[in-house]
């Protein structure tokens, strides 16, 4: 079982819906962090999370450190939005190594 | 804000030729980066950690050898990927920690490289 696992794998909403990607982890972690990836492959770190809850514009990412659990969210989904979204965290211990998910496909058609 | 940036963005060899690909810091010093590689559709797997001025860290199953890194600088390290062949085709990717910014990363746009 890895370390971390995000659901669902693929995703594909209508442009203006609602859109939750969620994130479980097994292990003791300093900070989760979500990122996101453009079809060209580059990388965006979008929040780094260690309680609570965080906004920026459209996108929230809250986190449950007694359940391991963090999701993020995206509201007014729009087609520009599609990417790869990675959950990747900082094990404790592990310096700034990050242990990845699997990554969710989001299409978001117009 | 900081930016990492990796040069070539996308590099096309022959078999058996050596490839070097720079991750370079821009407006911080890292003395730690981080060299990840990504197959399609595939999440990253960390690769090594690159440490200014000592041994790079292999992550098991990783070739030494093969992957040469160097931490020339406080904003520089290379990854060479030596006597390059077709399986080694993939998006190697670099990110390096901010210092004094606990757990914060920031992430090269990426090379793709393609042996053929």
């Known amino acids: 079982k890895n370390e971390v696992e995000q659901s669902p794998q693929n995703l594909t909403a209508q442009e203006g819906e609602f859109i939750t990607i969620n994130c479980s982890y097994s292990?003791?972690?300093?900070?989760l962090h979500w990122l996101q990836q453009h079809p060209g492959g580059g990388i965006v770190s979008l929040f780094m999370?260690?309680?609570g809850k965080k906004k920026h514009g459209r996108l929230i990412a809250t986190i449950n450190i007694q359940e391991k659990h963090s999701s993020l969210h995206i509201t007014a989904s729009h087609p520009r939005d599609s990417a790869v979204y990675i959950c990747?965290?900082?094990?404790?211990?592990?310096?700034?190594?990050?242990?990845f998910g699997g990554g969710t496909r989001v299409l978001v058609k117009p | 804000g900081a930016v990492v940036s990796q040069h070539p963005s996308r590099v096309i060899c022959k078999s058996g030729t050596s490839v070097k690909i720079e991750c370079r810091s821009l407006?911080?010093?890292?003395?730690?980066m981080f060299w990840y590689r990504q197959f399609p559709k595939k999440s990253l797997m960390l690769m090594a950690t690159?440490?200014?001025?000592?041994?790079?860290?292999?992550e098991q199953g990783v070739e030494k050898d093969k992957f040469l890194i160097n931490h020339a600088s406080l904003t520089l390290s290379t990854l060479t990927v030596t006597s390059a062949h077709p399986e080694d085709s993939s998006f190697y990717i670099c990110?390096?920690?901010?210092?004094?910014?606990?757990?914060?990363?920031?992430f090269g746009p990426g090379t793709r490289l393609t042996v053929l």
């Open positions: 999370l260690s309680s």
């Open positions: 292990v003791g972690i300093s900070a």
């Open positions: 407006d911080f010093q890292a003395t730690t």
């Open positions: 690159s440490n200014e001025g000592s041994k790079a860290t292999y």
């Open positions: 990110s390096a920690p901010r210092p004094g910014k606990a757990d914060t990363q920031y």
């Open positions: 990747a965290v900082t094990p404790l211990r592990a310096g700034n190594k990050l242990t």
